[in-house]
């Protein structure tokens, strides 16, 4: 092989990796812009779809006014999760969910609404009830289904490992549902 096949071939294989790096290169203040558009992004155990999902569900929350400002002073239980998120972020999403449903069976129990027995501890029955009762607001439900959602996914999906402020994301929405919940029981 002579030095202009050899040079030739050179050029042929590189071209396309080289245009490819210069396209990139050239575009990458518009491929960042689109980055927060992306449905989901998954690269060893980094879930994107859930800490984008965690930010929505934030700025509708703030939007119509729906969190409540965190307590004065830490409760056991929140210094529980706060120490929690720390070690291991779903878990402590996990724990943050259980409240929630103990709040909502709380509700019903002190409002003495129906739940037929063998429904009698599932989310979603008890928030059929809470939805039928009219205890809750429509941006309450779809707070407790999103929220759910997003504990089944952390609950089930392999290899998730939610970043630390998307866990303590998810527990002050958390903590803020739950306190509407209190609220709602103790309007009796």
Same mark, same amino acid.
């Given at each position: @092989? /002579?030095? =202009?096949?050899?040079?030739?071939?050179?050029?042929?294989?590189?071209?396309?990796?080289?245009?490819?790096?210069?396209? !990139?290169? @050239?575009?990458?203040?518009?491929?960042?812009?689109?980055?927060?558009?992306?449905?989901?992004?998954?690269?060893?155990? #980094?879930?994107?779809?859930?800490?984008?999902?965690?930010?929505?569900?934030?700025? @509708?929350?703030?939007?119509?006014?729906?969190?409540?400002?965190?307590?004065?002073?830490?409760?056991?239980?929140?210094?529980?999760? =706060?120490?929690?998120?720390? !070690? *291991?972020?779903? &878990?402590?999403?996990?724990?943050?969910?259980?409240?929630?449903?103990?709040?909502?069976?709380? #509700?019903?129990? *002190?409002?003495?609404?129906?739940?037929?027995?063998?429904? &009698?501890?599932?989310?979603?029955?008890?928030? $059929? #009830?809470?939805?039928?009762? *009219?205890?809750? &607001?429509?941006? /309450?439900?779809?707070?407790?289904?999103?929220? $759910?959602? =997003?504990? *089944?996914?952390?609950?089930? +999906?392999? /290899?998730?490992?939610?970043?630390?402020? +998307?866990?303590?994301?998810?527990?002050?929405?958390?903590?803020? =549902?739950?306190?509407?919940?209190?609220?709602?029981?103790?309007? !009796?």
């Amino acid at each position: @092989m /002579d030095i =202009l096949t050899f040079i030739t071939k050179l050029i042929e294989f590189t071209a396309w990796p080289i245009a490819a790096v210069a396209l !990139v290169t @050239m575009l990458r203040t518009e491929i960042k812009s689109l980055l927060p558009y992306l449905k989901k992004i998954k690269a060893g155990p #980094v879930e994107a779809e859930f800490e984008r999902e965690i930010k929505e569900l934030e700025a @509708m929350a703030k939007a119509q006014h729906q969190l409540f400002p965190p307590p004065e002073g830490l409760t056991p239980e929140r210094q529980l999760l =706060l120490q929690l998120v720390q !070690v *291991n972020p779903r &878990s402590a999403i996990l724990e943050a969910w259980r409240g929630i449903e103990e709040s909502a069976i709380r #509700v019903i129990q *002190n409002k003495a609404l129906y739940v037929p027995e063998k429904e &009698s501890h599932s989310p979603l029955a008890v928030i $059929r #009830v809470l939805n039928k009762e *009219n205890v809750l &607001s429509a941006e /309450d439900i779809s707070l407790y289904h999103d929220l $759910r959602t =997003l504990k *089944n996914q952390a609950a089930h +999906a392999q /290899d998730f490992s939610p970043t630390t402020d +998307a866990a303590l994301s998810y527990i002050e929405l958390a903590s803020s =549902l739950r306190r509407t919940l209190e609220v709602a029981q103790n309007d !009796v």
